[in-house]
């Protein structure tokens, strides 16, 4: 159910971001960055780890940059949030949107380094700057509350699981 | 003489015919006698004014919220019959911007010679990295990677990425992509590669070739990709270097990128469609 919920939140963000989104200035970031934070902080390896694949390969197969750069950038996230949640508390008013914040701006920084430094024909690095910054500044003011979307999905998700299971045990029962 | 009962009945009539007198007295004025109207009206008019009022009002109330509960039902109706209109509208102008949209794109398949797949833009690449769009057609349809794909207003790019039913198409602003071009007045030539942003560059131009701002730069058909003569763009801004053998300068795509939604994908090799020699 879990896995079903983070496949459509994955889905929903990427054709709203390639279809809604389409027309918007250039710093506004990727949308899946925040939610990898989110599934840094909230699952584990084996749930995670294709979704953020697939993730990857999908926006990778999308974009005209360079290939795999979404993936890395989704993967180093995650290992990068499951190793920093080990000392951060990230329940933390401050420090959770600070979390977000840094990912979204891995993220931009990757796949800005990956246009200017490793594509074949690369962009200008003056436009590095203002880009990466834009997306960071847009990160940080709108991803905690991705973020917290994503929570609350997740909590009911978990709560309609928990009913349906509780229902299934009762019926067990009689 | 007279027995009790016959007084009585006596009495009875006199009394009957005084009363019919009376009343056919009185039926002969307008204006009730004396003031005996008047102090009815005095005692019982407030009374009657008051409770009237008081109906009046409750018949108001009743009246008004009833009225007010059609007038919102109605309201509500008329909204939804607004709406209906105003998406029935809506679609009406989507369709007659299609309509000259597609008029136009046909006109434009009409007088180019190459076989050209229509294709709608489905996506847009969220990064701004990469100026990339995917478009609804794919190999099932007889798109090829390499495919140039353009516009009645000019070249908009070239497919890099075909699946069966879509495609990845890189647009000439992408910095990755390259357009073998000549300027038409003058013949000078060069490559237009993309700027990132809505303009492109247009390299290894000569020095010693005269281009003024303003000319039309269009494909030479050298490349192996774009057929010879398609519009690329216009150039913008020229800087004559003192040092080089090559003139800086900018062009200003013919297409807005901004606004593409149905684009034509040449099907056919541009090395085929080039004028064969006599």
Known sequence: MITGYHLLVCLFLIIFQTTMMAGVPAYLYDLLGPFMVYLGVHRRPREAIPILALAGLAMDGISGGVFGVHLTAYLWIYVGVRWAIQFLHVGNVILLPLLVTAGVAFESLVVAFSAVVLASSTWPVGSMLSVVSGQVLWGALTGPFLMLFFIRGQRVVDRARTSVLTEKDTLRTH | ?278
């Open chain 2, 1 to 278: 003489m007279f027995s009790k009962r016959m007084i009585l009945v006596a009495v009875v009539i006199v009394l009957i015919a005084v009363n019919i007198i009376l009343l056919t007295i009185t039926s002969k004025h307008s204006q009730t006698p004396s003031g005996l109207g008047r102090g009815a009206l005095v005692v019982v008019s407030p009374f009657q004014k008051q409770f009237n009022n008081f109906v009046q009002s409750v018949k108001g109330i009743w009246n008004q919220y009833f009225y007010l509960v059609f007038t919102a039902k109605e309201n509500q109706r008329l909204k939804k019959a607004l709406a209906k209109s105003m998406r029935q509208l809506n679609r009406c102008a989507e369709s007659e911007l299609a309509n000259d949209r597609l008029r136009h794109l046909l006109g434009f398949e009409e007088e180019v010679p190459w076989p050209m797949i229509a294709a709608r833009v489905v996506g847009k690449d969220p990064s701004p990295w990469s100026k990339t769009v995917i478009v609804d057609k794919g190999t099932e349809d007889g798109v090829r990677q390499g495919a140039p794909v353009v516009i009645p207003e000019g070249i908009a790019g070239v497919v890099v990425e075909a699946s069966h039913r879509y495609a990845k198409v890189l647009l000439l602003i992408d910095p990755n992509s390259a357009v073998d071009a000549l300027v038409q007045q003058t013949r000078a030539r060069g490559i237009v590669k993309g700027g990132g942003a809505d303009y492109c560059v247009f390299n290894y131009v000569l020095r010693k070739h005269e281009i003024g701002v303003g000319d039309t730069v269009v494909s030479s058909g050298l490349d192996g990709v774009f057929p010879k003569g398609l519009r690329v763009g216009r150039i913008a801004e020229i800087v004559r270097l003192n040092a080089g053998i090559f003139q800086k300068v900018s062009v200003t795509p013919y297409v807005d990128f901004e606004i593409l939604e149905e684009v034509f994908i040449i099907s056919k090799p541009a090395f085929e469609s080039l004028p064969e020699e006599p």
